[in-house]
């Protein structure tokens, strides 16, 4: 099954997709509601749902309001590209190796797969970053991995737009991307649920085609099944010591060539050049769909001042 949410007459609303178009969920009932039921639940749902004969007439939100959402880097690739931008010689460290590492990231800030995006004020250096996404359907402490596959409710395409020139600076501080991610990430088209990608396993990892392009032109292409851990790893791990709910989304991190960042990284310039107002940024992932938006300008920064020096605390 495929869950969407639309905007419908002015009002949100959750929805089926089928090949007629979409099919209003019940009145009252969201697209977090049905992705908790069991397939059969689902379908009697939808069945009581009501078909609009015009798909124009409905706008693509954000197919969730995450609860919250974790961002993994799970593709070997990317991140040995991405290093390389930083540092032409470094290496990944071990530690990567260990477990999967993420962050969390803005889950208020979620855009539908044909909103345009702002340029976060203060950035001149945009990025895109191409990944795929589960939503989960329920929750739960220190979880199995056994377990963590029971919560997964279906999957989606994450666009985890990146200011690189503001990240480059918070990172050289310590603290990883922080306000860098923090201005959007379009989730879409919609949630597909699991039993719709089942032909799509290899030896136990989701093997998905994956690309994504610049103004109709392709700039990079990976398949998922070069993640190094897979989403019921990724949930266990989160769920260490912490509560992992229905409605978080786990990002897989990006693939490989699925940002500017790694390609730069490789090529040792900036090739192709940081994007600008007006680029139009698609990706697609098989199984899934598409996302596209466009890039617009933004508002300028207001000015903070630097840092207040203080001569009487001890720096060394």
């Known amino acids: 099954m495929k ?64 609860r919250s959402m974790r961002d993994f880097m799970t593709f070997e690739q990317h991140l040995a590209g991405a290093i390389r931008w ?10 990567w190796y260990e477990a999967p590492c993420f962050y969390f990231t803005n889950h208020l800030v979620a855009v539908g797969a044909h909103d345009d995006v702002e340029f976060p004020p203060g950035s001149e250096v945009m990025d895109f970053e191409l990944e795929l996404a589960v939503v989960l359907r329920k929750g739960g402490r220190n979880l199995t ?33 922080v306000k860098g991610k923090d201005f959007a990430s379009t ?28 103004n109709g032109v392709v700039v990079g292409q990976d398949n998922s099944k070069h993640m190094s851990w897979t989403f019921a790893e990724m949930i266990a791990y989160a769920s260490r010591g912490s509560n992992v709910e229905a409605g978080d989304v786990l990002g897989s991190g990006t693939c490989g060539t699925g940002c500017l960042a790694e390609l730069w990284g490789w090529a040792g310039k900036q090739d192709p050049a940081p994007l600008v107002p007006g680029d139009v940024i698609r990706m697609e992932i098989e199984g899934i769909g598409s996302i596209e938006n466009k890039l617009v300008s933004g508002v300028s920064a207001h000015p903070i001042s630097g840092a207040r020096r203080h001569g009487d605390i001890r720096l060394n």
């Open 3 to 66: 869950l969407a949410r639309i905007l419908f007459e002015g009002e949100p609303r959750g929805a089926a997709v089928t090949e007629a178009g979409y099919v209003l969920l019940p009145t009252g009932m969201g697209v977090l509601d049905v992705l908790c039921m069991s397939s059969a639940e689902q379908a009697e749902v939808v069945s009581r749902g009501t078909p609009i004969g015009d798909v124009d007439l409905a706008t693509l939100m954000s197919p969730i309001e995450p």
């Open 86 to 95: 930083v540092n032409p010689s470094g290496s990944i460290a071990q530690e």
């Open 145 to 177: 991995v056994d377990q963590a596959k029971d919560c997964i409710g279906g999957f989606t395409i994450l666009n985890d737009w990146s200011a690189r020139d503001i990240q480059s600076r918070e990172m050289r501080i310590g603290l990883g991307p």
């Open 187 to 214: 989730l879409g088209p919609w949630i597909v649920t699991p039993d719709e990608l089942s032909s799509f396993m290899d030896n136990g990892a989701l093997a998905l085609n994956m690309s994504v392009s610049i």
